[in-house]
């Protein structure tokens, strides 16, 4: 089978999304398909990222999938993300014998958008374009698309809710693991009368839901609680969180630029708990790995949590943007690190099946399935 991935990225193996592009394509190689690429191809719009996202990307890639199938046949294209909606209007019907696919690393209209209370008007108008237009660009791909890829069960529950598409033109694919991650020694147990050691990492914006966890860091250093907390993020935000965590926290903060993956592993073996108290995920790679590594989220039920993890069997989950809860949760993991050692061979436990020789067996039988669907509704 011959499969093309159209995505509008660098192609960098160590980056999110791209990564996980190239994680996949090597999954499908080694199950014996043979797997093409268009990345990008020209560099960001000096118009800014909403410019190239909702005009430049649309016609870059349709012209770049139009040439690829006009120089070679391919079986499959998969789209990664919907800007690409005009690859599924107006190409599938000149392609009948290829399935053209949407691959979401996260819905875009399941993520809640934030506007900065203090926005002035020409933001707010930018705002409510973009949500309009991304509306758009993802009911488009949903309804042209002859099937869509989402990584969670929250995402695919929306489509079918909100949007209407048949439950049978929806495949649920998590993300596979790194084998290495599941060769590690589980994180070492946490000796008794230790304080809670806490750790995030990833970017400090605010879907991450940045202000509920320093709300709660805060509140529980007001509580007298001993514990620690490492954050791994852009060196950029450090000063701000020097000032706003650093006064409370003291010499209970550490701050640490971005880490290579190699560099992660010993984080999380060093830590009881990761924080994840995201609004939204496509999937939360990051909860993903940590899990693997046999160290429990205290985080919000979204992305791979939603799938993998159970409250207070191997996390301890709380409602997206639910500062009560999360609050509570991490009072519970703080007064009782020693939580950590029961629940993270569970997490490990949990992801442990999840592998890239799995993705691309249940990619390969969607893909089926979808084929003989798409030949029945021509026939």
Not at 9 to 26: H, K, S
Request: aromatic share 8%.
């Amino acid at each position: 089978m011959k499969i093309l991935q159209i995505a509008n990225f660098a192609p960098e193996r160590n980056v999110g999304t791209p990564g996980t592009i190239m994680d996949l394509g090597d999954a499908l190689t080694a199950a014996g398909q043979e797997v093409s690429y268009v990345w990008r191809g020209a560099p960001p719009s000096p118009w800014g990222q909403n410019f190239s996202r909702f005009i430049e990307v649309p016609r870059r890639q349709l012209h770049q999938a139009r040439t690829a199938l006009a120089q070679a046949r391919y079986d499959v294209v998969l789209v990664h993300q919907p800007h690409g909606y005009s690859i599924f209007e107006q190409l599938a019907p000149q392609y009948p014998k290829t399935l053209f696919l949407n691959f979401s690393h996260g819905w875009e209209l399941c993520s809640p958008s934030y506007t900065p209370p203090n926005a002035g008007v020409v933001r707010k108008i930018k705002d409510r374009l973009s949500a309009a237009l991304t509306r758009q660009h993802c009911e488009r791909a949903a309804q042209f698309a002859n099937g869509v890829i989402v990584l969670n069960r929250l995402d695919a529950e929306f489509l079918i809710q909100q949007q209407n598409v048949p439950r049978e033109k929806i495949c649920v694919l998590p993300l596979g693991l790194d084998p290495q991650l599941l060769l590690q020694p589980i994180r070492p147990a946490a000796a008794a009368g230790q304080p809670a050691r806490f750790l995030f990492t990833g970017n400090y914006v605010a879907q991450k839901g940045i202000e509920i966890l320093e709300t709660a860091l805060l509140a529980l250093a007001s509580d007298g609680v001993n514990f620690s907390y490492t954050c791994v993020t852009h060196t950029d935000q450090h000063a701000g969180m020097q000032q706003r965590l650093g006064p409370h926290l003291d010499t209970r903060l550490n701050l640490l630029g971005w880490q290579p993956r190699e560099a992660l592993i010993p984080l999380y073996h060093n830590h009881d708990f990761l924080l994840f108290p995201s609004r939204y995920e496509g999937f939360g790679k990051v909860a993903h790995e940590a899990m693997a590594c046999g160290l429990p989220v205290v985080g919000a039920r979204v992305g791979v949590l939603a799938d993998r993890a159970i409250h207070q069997e191997n996390a301890l989950l709380s409602p997206p943007g639910d500062l009560e809860q999360f609050l509570a949760n991490l009072r519970q993991a703080a007064a009782a690190p020693q939580l950590a050692n029961l629940y993270g061979p569970r997490a490990r436990t949990a992801v442990s099946g999840d592998t890239w020789a799995g993705v691309a067996k249940s990619f390969l039988s969607f893909v089926e399935q979808r084929q003989k669907q798409k030949a029945s509704a021509a026939n």
